[in-house]
């Protein structure tokens, strides 16, 4: 009987022999967290995660790296392309929040980098080709295993400008995966800057038709722009990854091949949270990050004496209690009757303690200002109508 079990067993431990490995790290919207917050996060807690791997890997990212905190809006966005330089990316596509700094911000983000913008659908306006160091596609070999990943740019930048265009992205990729397909890739990945339920823009995203249409052409999907976390989510069998956002979390990709056609066979994930005490930190990267601190923003000027969330406890309400306290501070500083805010621009929450003013610029990174201005009870009926529409319109499942 133990000899009929071990035959019957030979054939499976041969299959498992047959089968190459290969390692993809993904982050998304890291928006120039470069530092723990609440002992969570950071670019040292990431570089301890990537030195403890064994194997061979890719690590990429979805975008929107360029603004969001003191040091990342400051640089322009450098400080974040320098520390992904030191981190090892090798590659990234574009974010909408890499046109914050207008046109003349972008060519210095894309030179600094040591690794290529993966975007498809990013040309020049005048001369109709990609920027500079910006690539449609890039095919990587991790251990022997023939990786393209074809990068898709967002196609709502922060500011449109008059240098750049983007096409649309289906297009694109159904241009680039022939080529790819051409060039025998084992495994085909899209990076794009834009998710697969993106009710938090409240519109329709393209992204889940990756894997209606091209199942069997496309194997994974690695997302962002909405901050939203999947996880072995899949479209006709094509795997879908996002990992949130401000480098709380990175998403470990695992592809099976066959050993002998090179074939796809598998892939899943695991989101690894970056939790400083169980993962440590890189002590030189840890160094390094703290080196290119933003002078005074850590001093202390007051207290917070509970969480003030910026999103409101009843699923169906937009307007949470930090983002109503600044529409009271705004409407007071202003001396108006009305302040309308813009909740998006709420960026995190007010943590119970010391606040400082690293804080106040994490919440409102993008230097919203204030316009005031008079206006009749007609305007202000058609803005009360058109701002109820669109949370209605959000609301609605799809």
Partial sequence: MKKFLLLLLLPFVAVGLFAKTAVLYHTSDIHGFYYPKGGQGGVAALAEVLDEEDEDYLLLDSGDFSNGTAEAKRSKGLKSVDLMNKLGYDGA??????FDFKDPGVEPILKKAEFPFLAANLFEKQSGKHPVNVKPYQIYEVDDIKIAVIGIANQHPTNKGKLYKITKPLAALERNLKEVESQKADVVVVLVHDSLQDDKHGVMAYVGDIG???SGRVHIVLGGHAHKIFQNEYVNKVLFVESGCYLKNVSKVTIETDDKTGK?????????????????????????????????????????AEKISRNSSVKEHKDGPLNNWIADLGRAYAGTQIFVHNNGGTRVDMEQ?????????????????IVKMEVDGKFLKFLVKSLFCRAVCLLIPV
């Fill in 93 to 98: 596509t574009i974010g909408n929040h890499e």
């Fill in 212 to 214: 209606r249409k091209y």
């Fill in 264 to 304: 796809f066979v598998s892939a899943k994930s695991e989101l690894i949270a970056l939790d400083v005490e169980k993962v440590g930190q890189d002590e030189e990267m840890a160094a390094y990050a703290e080196s290119i601190k933003e002078p005074g923003m850590d001093e202390v000027f007051g207290e917070a």
């Fill in 353 to 369: 303690g010391p606040v400082t003013k690293r804080e106040t610029v994490d919440m409102h990174p993008f230097e919203n200002t």
